[in-house]
Antibody, heavy 120, light 110 residues
Framework: QLQLQESGPGLVKPSETLSLTCTVS??????????WGWIRQPPGKGLEWIGS???????HYNPSLKSRVTISVDTSKNQFSLKLSSVTAADTAVYYC??????????????WGQGTVVTV | QSALTQPPSASGSPGQSVTISCTGT?????????VSWYQQHPGKAPKLMIF???KRPSGVPDRFSGSKSGNTASLTVSGLQAGDEADYYC??????????FGGGTKLTVL
């Protein structure tokens, strides 16, 4: 059973870079047909898609965050990562990693991590 | 890209049906078949309930159904149960490899 787990600092200072990692267990990240994404949720607010990456490294980013976001994949560690630069208080949120089945459930996230709280 | 528009709240009694709307534009909801719905209980990660407008992932009860007309998608929950009380979010493909979510609807089972 595939599981995703977010990890990283829970507190980041303004203007610094937020860095999170999502570790995939119970299956390989190095498989065609799956996108691996990051979604966040500010306190008491709705969900916001940050971006997604294919196992090959191909990335798609939310245009509103694109200038500050980098998503990368490390297939040797079965992990993918998020970097968000120049953070402000508005970036305080629960950050989720999730998987999209690009063949069968396109543009929908079927498996989610439990989420990690990041406070700026 | 702007967030999709959902009503802040919806409610119904056990056994009844309730429908939640999700309004976008021709550039997202109206332009593609890739509308999804997620259920989120407090303190939990979202759970995919509907994808591609009206398809249910394995394990999701058929009490949950989705539809779309023009720029508005809808989620209907039939035979309401206490466990259906949660926040519901829609999402849509918005072209150019972008995804957009709705603001969320809090469903209360009276």
């Amino acid at each position: 059973q595939l599981q995703l787990q977010e990890s990283g600092p829970g507190l980041v200072k303004p203007s610094e870079t937020l860095s999170l990692t999502c570790t995939v267990s119970g299956g390989s990240i190095n498989r065609s047909g799956y996108y691996w994404g990051w979604i966040r949720q500010p306190p008491g607010k709705g969900l916001e898609w940050i971006g997604s990456i294919y196992y090959s490294g191909n990335t798609h980013y939310n245009p509103s965050l694109k200038s500050r976001v980098t998503i990368s994949v490390d297939t040797s560690k079965n992990q993918f990562s998020l970097k968000l630069s120049s953070v402000t208080a508005a970036d305080t949120a629960v950050y989720y990693c999730a998987r999209e089945d690009a063949y069968n459930l396109r543009n929908a996230f079927e498996i989610w991590g439990q989420g990690t709280v990041v406070t700026v | 890209q702007s967030a999709l528009t959902q009503p802040p709240s919806a409610s119904g009694s056990p056994g009844q049906s309730v429908t939640i709307s999700c309004t976008g534009t021709s550039s997202d909801v109206g332009g593609y078949k890739y509308v999804s719905w997620y259920q989120q209980h407090p303190g939990k990660a979202p759970k995919l309930m509907i994808f591609e407008v009206n398809k249910r992932p394995s394990g999701v009860p058929d009490r949950f159904s989705g539809s779309k007309s023009g720029n508005t998608a809808s989620l209907t929950v039939s035979g309401l149960q206490a466990g259906d009380e949660a926040d519901y979010y829609c999402s849509s493909y918005a072209g150019s490899n972008n995804l957009v979510f709705g603001g969320g609807t809090k469903l209360t089972v009276l």
